[in-house]
C-alpha cells in the first residue's frame, strides 16, 4: 500500500514536472515565433519605408532632366510662350511621367500655367495642396535641398542660389505624399535653371510643382518589387492582422497607411515541429529524446530558412553563370562607396572600370555558344583571382564587366588600373583543346570627383570604353571631359540621325522567325539599323532615347514603315513584322499617315505584322482602342512585343484579340536553371492558347532553350540558334531559296 502510493506520488510529481517542462517549452516556443514573425513585420516596414523614400526621390530626379534645360529657361521662365509649355511641360511630363497634375509657379508661388493629364486648364491651384505647395517651396529654399552639393553661391538680382564647383545652378527640389481627393499622392516642388548658358539666371527662377497619384505607378511597381501582391493603401488603421507603414505629410499629419499581409516565418516553423510536440508530451520515457529532436528540428528549420532567404538574396544580386555579383548589386555597392566618400566617411576616390571582350561575337558565331560561356567564366575567374581583395568585381550581362576599385591618386592610379587589367588578358584561354588570344577593351570613370551620381559615373565609364573601341581595341582609356555626352553627344546625335532619316542613311535588318520543329522560316522582324560614317554601328538602344526626346520618333518611325513596306511587297509569301512606337499610335494623324504610306509602297497589310509593347495597353482610352482595331480593318496583325516585363493584365488581351504575344527574351534565357521561369513561360503559352493567339519566343540562343520552349507550347521563335539579323539582300535570298525548296543552314 504504502509502496503503491509512494509510487503514485512518483508518477503525479512526474505528471507535474512533465506539465510544467512542457508548458514552459510552450510558452518559450510561442514566444520565439512571436518575435521571429515581429522581427520579419519590421524588416519588411523597413524595406517599405526605404522603398517610398527612393520613389519620391526617383520621381523628382526624373523631371530634373526636362527642367534643366536651356530652353525651359527661354520659353517658360523668362518667356511665356504657351505652345512651348503645353508641349515640352504639360503634354511631356504626363506621357513620360506619368505626372496627373502639374503648375508652373512663379517664384513667390504663384502658378502660372497648369495642366491636368497633360492638358491645360485653368491655372489656379486646388485649396487640398495649396497649403502643402508653400510649405515645399520654403523647404526648397532651405541649405541642402539640392540635386548636388553646393559648392559655390550665384549672386542675383533678387538673392543667391547655390551652384556646383563649375558654377553650374543646382536645382532646388522638395517632396512629401500628400492626400488629394481621397487618393495618396506624391507632390513635389522644382525649380527651372539652365543646363548651359548659365548667364539666364538673373533672378529667382519659375518651379514646377507635380502631383502624381501613388496607385497609378508606385504602388504597382512595389507590390512587383518587394513582392507584396496585396499592398494597397487605406485611409484607416489597419488591424493587427496586416502590417503597415503611415503616411504622413510635412506637418505631421496622417495620410492613411500602406499595408500588406505580412510574411511571418512562425506558422512554418509550428507546423514543421507541433508532431514532435505532440510526441514529447505523449511518451515521458522520450522526453529528453524528443528535446533533443525538437531543438534539433527547430534549428534545422530556422537554418533552412535562413538558408533559403540567403540563397534567394543571393540569386537576386549574382549573376548565374560567373557567380559574380550582378548590376543591381554592383550599383548598390557603387552608391554605398559613393556615398561614404562624399560624406567623408571613406578616404579616395572610387573607381569603375567598364570592360567587354573584343570580338566577342566572333568567338560565338566560329566556336559556339558553348565556347563564349567557357570563355566569360575563365574571364571572370582570372580576373577574380588576380585583382586586390578590395576590388568588387560584377558581370552586367553577355560579355560586360565592371570593376569598382577605392584609390587615390586620380589619373595615375586610373592608369594603374587599366594597364593591369590589359596585363590579366595578355595570356591566352584554353576552352575545349583551343587557345584563344583574346584582348578586352575598358573604360574607367571615378568619383565623387568626375560625378557624385552611380549611373552618371557608370555612363562615363562605358562612354570611355565605346572611345576605347574607336581607337582599335585592346585599350583603356580614362574618361576626360571631352568625352561628355550628356549633352553635347546627345545634341550632335540628334542632329546626326536628323540628317541620316533625311538622308535615307538609316537601314533595316531582317531576323527570321521560324517554326519551333523544323526551323522553317515563317517571317521575319524588321530590325532599324544605323550604321554612322565615323561612329560605326550605333546600337538602337543609344539613338532611340534620342529620337524620342528629340521629337524624331515619329518621322523615324514612318521612315521604317515606308522602308519596310516598299522593300517587302515582292517577296514571296512571308509575315514580316514592325515596331510600333507609343508616341507614333498616339499621334492623332497616324491613322492617315500609315494609310498613305501603304498606297504609296503598294504593300498588301495582311503581310504585315505591327508590333506594340505593354506600356501603351496601359492608356485604356478609347483612342488606343480605336487606333488598333482601325489597323485591324486596314488588315494589318497586331502582336503585343515584350510579354511579360510589363504592366501584364488580362484586361487587355480581353479588350483586344491580338494575333499573337511576344514573349520576352529574358524569360527564354533563364529557363535551363530556372524552374519558376520555365513555369511562366508555360502559363503564358497556356493563355496566349486560350485567347486563340500565337506565341513566339524571343532570344533562343540554345539547342536547350529550343526544346524547353517547344515543350512549352511556342509554334515559332527567333533567336541566333536559328539565325541572326540579316541584311536586307540575305534575307531576300533566303525567301527565293525556300521557294526553290533548298535546304536552308540554320545559323546555329
Known sequence: MAEGLRTGWVALATFVALLSLTLALIAAFNHSTSVADELAREDERGLANQYLDRAMRDFVATQKVQLTWDDAMNNAVLGDNVAWSNYYLGAFFWTNFGTDR????RPDGRPVHAWAEGKPVAPRLDPLIEADVDALLAKAHLPGATFGKAERTLRLADGTWPADAAGRPLTRWAAQPVLYHGRPAFLAVASVVPDRNYG???????????????ENSTLPQMRQDLLLPELRFTPN?????LNAIALDEADGERIGWITWRAKTPGPTIVRRTAPLLATYILFFLGVVLGGAIIVR??????????????QAQHNALHDAMSGLPNRVHYMQRLRAELSACIEGRAQGDVFVAYLDIDSFKVVNDTLGHHVGDELVRQVALRLRRALPDGDFLSRFGGDEFVLMRRATGGRQAADQLGREIMDLMREPFVISGNALDVTCSCGISWGPEQSEDPGELLRRADIALYRAKQRGRARYRRFTRDMDASVKLRRE???????AIARDELSVAFQPIVAVENGEIQGFEALLRWTHPERGEIRPGLFVPIAEQGGLMIPLGNWMLRHVFRECRTWPACDVSVNLSPLQIMAADFLPTIAGIVAETGVDPRRIVLEVTEGIMLDRSEHVLGVLRELNRMGFRIALDDFGIGYSSLSYLRSFQFDRIKIDRSFVQ??????????????IVSLGHTLRMKVVAEGVET????????????????GHLFWKALPVSEARSLLWRRERGENLRLAG
Do not use: W
Not at 237 to 241: R, Y
Not at 703 to 718: I, K, Y
Open 200 to 214: 539666364l539666371l538673373q533672378r529667382e527662377p519659375a518651379f514646377v510643382a507635380s502631383l502624381r497619384f501613388m
Open 237 to 241: 488603421a489597419p488591424g493587427a492582422s
Open 493 to 499: 546625335m540628334e542632329t546626326e540621325l536628323r540628317r
Open 297 to 310: 528540428r527547430m534549428r534545422r528549420a530556422a537554418r533552412e530558412l535562413l538558408a533559403s532567404e540567403a
Open 703 to 718: 539547342e536547350v532553350q529550343r526544346r524547353l520552349v517547344q515543350a512549352a507550347g511556342c509554334e515559332l521563335v527567333q
Open 102 to 105: 502639374l503648375y508652373l509657379l
Open 670 to 683: 533563364n529557363i535551363e536553371g530556372d524552374m519558376d521561369a520555365h513555369s511562366i513561360l508555360c502559363a
